[in-house]
């Protein structure tokens, strides 16, 4: 099909056309919360997600949630001392109302308040997480089953629900959902640690494999599995931001650095594009969503706890869904580089253990690649900045990047080179 001549239309003009011409953000494909899986029931009426509990929706990775897990991080790393406490911190700090302990069989007699959690301890000594959830009850209960499901697969590296008195994973409370989980002991992952990254990519790897079957009767939330059309959505954001900082009269330190590396994130966006739009990894996806295993989509290390007995339990699961696993890859490995300084070692651990628990074919390979290529953090920092707010942290991350640059490059050059050799092997 050939081009529409749109795409030759000055940057300016083309924003304007989109902007003017781009349907509510309730009408774009893949925002429902109905979407079938591999045979899986849409959500009823009944089981609606409301505007405001969707926020956190796992297709889209919303901006909201992907800098409040980014200030977890950050607190995680300032806060050496509280282990345990910033393993399980989350958003914001919210008091927990008596009246939602009151709905458990718990009879706490210590309460402490962490950040975005609260620690609950009983008069036999046991600990739970009390929080209040971001997204909508229907979604808790859908987690608290595909957790059911996968523990009797043999998973069982993840924070239990605790039933309150209606044996029911989620509480409300005056219209806010909360929800309880066991206390899991166990540091923040040290994503810079080979043994660290390695177990964390064992657990995730088998979450998602003891969670595929997994059929949700009652409600479903929208997959992941339109990875070209998240990275297409993404790439004209970027466009969008790089043409806002390029407009602006009075340029600051971010801008300018981000001006100055506008060719290689474009050229690295449309590599990514180009390499998830391939007959290959087009039919790879569509026959994996037809037995599709769910991914945790918030890989953070105070989402990864790495316990005492060196495995790692997974908590927080508000953004699962079904979707390749190629995402939790990914995720786990960018985060990885950024606190290694693109240590390829970190690499060849998380694949060798997602290998262990099913094969990782050339394909698969590269849609990891793509989704690295992507210049995830510059997008993410711009799309924060100029949609948001602005701060100093972001200038900083920003130059972080832009240092880490070429090894960057050289590592997914590697990558690319390692995957041809491997596609001469399987033929």
Partial sequence: MPKSPRT?????????IDELTRPPYFLEPGNSGNRNVGGKRSQPAGEQETPYEARRDAG???QESAYRAHRAE??????????????????????VPKSVLAKYDLAPTKREQLLGVEQVTTEDGQRYAVKRASVAPARVRF???ALMYARKQGFTRYAPFVLNKQKS???????????????????TANFASAEHVAQTAYTLAQFHEATRGFVSEKYAPADAFDLFGMLQRRTRDLRQMLIR???????DAFDALLLSLRDSLLDDAAHSLHLVDDAEAIAFLAEDKDEAGLCHLDVIPGNCLYTPDHH???IDFDLATYAPRALDMAHLLRRSFQASDWNGELAYACFLHFDAVRAIPRVEYRLVESLLRFPYLPWRLAHTRYRYFASESQLDELQRYA????KRQAFLSSLADQIEHLGEQEE
Avoid at 74 to 95: C, M
Avoid at 403 to 406: K, M, P, V
């Fill in 8 to 16: 030759k239309l000055p940057d300016w003009v083309q924003q304007l």
């Fill in 60 to 62: 889209h990775e919303h």
């Fill in 74 to 95: 950050d607190a995680g790393r300032n806060r050496a001392t509280q282990a345990t406490a910033r393993a399980h911190t989350s958003a914001e700090p919210t008091r």
């Fill in 143 to 145: 987690i608290h089953r």
């Fill in 169 to 187: 994973p989620v509480a409300i409370d005056e219209g806010q959902a909360y929800y309880v989980t066991k206390w899991i002991d166990g540091q």
């Fill in 245 to 251: 900082a390029d407009a602006k009269r009075d340029k």
């Fill in 312 to 314: 790692v339990c997974l």
């Fill in 403 to 406: 240092l880490q640059g070429e």
